[in-house]
């Protein structure tokens, strides 16, 4: 079946560091891809997203990788601050127009 | 905030019980898409209302079923539910149908099954 995956469940830094999060994605025909932020009783919010046709997008103080060779997803934050401590997922919209999110990664910055 | 609300915030319900979740979508969207979110998994597509037609349905049973309203709100209806079906109940509403537009999500529904 098709699946989103991301590389690591948690990841801790420092803050002030920049934070690189990972995602995997099995379908090469997907050919949009969103990042979201999901802080602890609230639902998912639109970070940034990035289509096949681009490697790389930036917004602020995020930016996206995208490599299609591999597929492979990256988010990067920087100047990471405590505010951004949340579950990240990564999405793709797949060849049958579905939204399939990943497990997520957590991320917790230590001041 | 993104202007989608979801009612209730938290439900408690027992196996074999119906229930009926609502959102309303930001100003302006025509599109709401439901999500199931299990505790620590990602959310997973359940189904898309666009302009008061389903839009696209994941892999759920028919007893997970949708309306949507000329207003756009829309309703998540689960019969003879079961005690996997306790997950956080996310709505998310966008100005297209599909999912190349923006999605907002609301806070969700949290429900037990019992």
């Known amino acids: 079946g098709e699946s989103v995956g991301l590389h690591l469940p948690t990841l801790s830094v420092q803050e002030g560091d920049n934070s690189i999060i990972n995602c995997a994605y099995s379908?090469?025909?997907?050919?949009?891809f969103i990042w979201y932020k999901q802080e602890s009783g609230k639902g998912p919010q639109f970070i940034i997203d990035?289509?096949?046709?681009?490697d790389k997008r930036q917004g602020q103080r995020v930016t996206v990788l995208l490599n299609k060779t591999v597929k492979h997803l990256s988010l990067q934050i920087a100047a990471t601050q405590p505010g951004d401590s949340a579950v990240y997922f990564c999405?793709?919209?797949?060849?049958?127009?579905?939204?399939?999110f990943g497990q997520g990664t957590e991320l917790s910055v230590k001041p | 905030e993104t202007g989608v609300t979801q009612s209730p915030t938290h439900l408690i319900k027992t196996r074999g019980q119906q229930v009926t979740l609502r959102c309303s979508s930001q100003?302006?969207?025509?599109?709401v898409s439901w999500y199931q979110q299990a505790l620590g998994q990602g959310p997973q597509f359940i189904f898309q209302?666009?302009?008061?037609?389903?839009?696209g349905r994941g892999n759920f049973p028919p007893r997970f079923s949708g309306l949507q309203f000329p207003n756009y709100s829309s309703e998540l209806n689960v019969n003879a539910l079961e005690l996997d079906d306790s997950a956080l109940y996310l709505c998310?509403?966008?100005?297209?149908?599909?999912?190349?537009?923006?999605?907002?999500f609301g806070p969700g529904t949290r429900l037990l099954v019992l």
């Open positions: 999405a793709e919209v797949n060849q049958g127009g579905k939204l399939i």
């Open positions: 990035i289509r096949s046709n681009m």
């Open positions: 998310a509403s966008s100005a297209g149908g599909g999912f190349q537009e923006t999605q907002y």
């Open positions: 209302y666009y302009r008061e037609e389903e839009n």
């Open positions: 100003s302006g969207h025509n599109t």
């Open positions: 379908n090469s025909a997907s050919d949009y």
